[in-house]
């Protein structure tokens, strides 16, 4: 049976999703809804049952359940946003501390310059990341 564009438990979840400010498309005859979260990732939402299943091009094998739209988006949602969000925040810090101002020109010349003293590439690429991981764990402890 088709879901409607009344259903009281249809209009509950697209409010949630109105205020969250993610994008959805209904699927009125399939009686889903595929929201879109901030960073990208498509999700099929039932609101009639409060299941849920990563979007994909096949019909996914399994289907997980929460408590209704705004459990969806509290607890499966938004940590997958705010997670990705502090892979970004990471992305950015992770220019080494010989780079001053962190523009491109100045890390190019640190990588070629590294590469003069004779290191390899995983040499450099471990030394980087073990600095930035470094730097992160110092930011755990405070």
Do not use: C
């Not at 409607?4 to 994008?23: C, Q």
């Amino acid at each position: 049976m088709a879901l409607s564009e009344d259903d009281p438990l249809l209009l509950e979840a697209l409010k949630v999703f109105d205020e969250g400010g993610y994008d959805y498309y209904l699927k009125l005859g399939a009686s889903m809804v595929w929201v879109t979260s901030k960073s990208g990732k498509k999700y099929a939402f039932y609101p009639t049952t409060g299941r849920w299943a990563p979007y994909g091009r096949s019909r996914p094998s399994v289907h997980y359940r929460s408590k209704g739209a705004q459990d969806f988006i509290d607890r499966f949602i938004k940590p997958s946003d705010e997670a990705n969000e502090a892979i970004e925040e990471d992305r950015k810090n992770i220019i080494p501390d010989g780079v001053k101002t962190g523009n491109l020109r100045e890390f190019l010349e640190f990588v070629y310059e590294q590469f003069e003293d004779g290191l390899t590439f995983n040499q450099i690429y471990y030394g980087i990341v073990g600095e930035h991981r470094q730097k992160a764990r110092k930011e755990m402890k405070k």
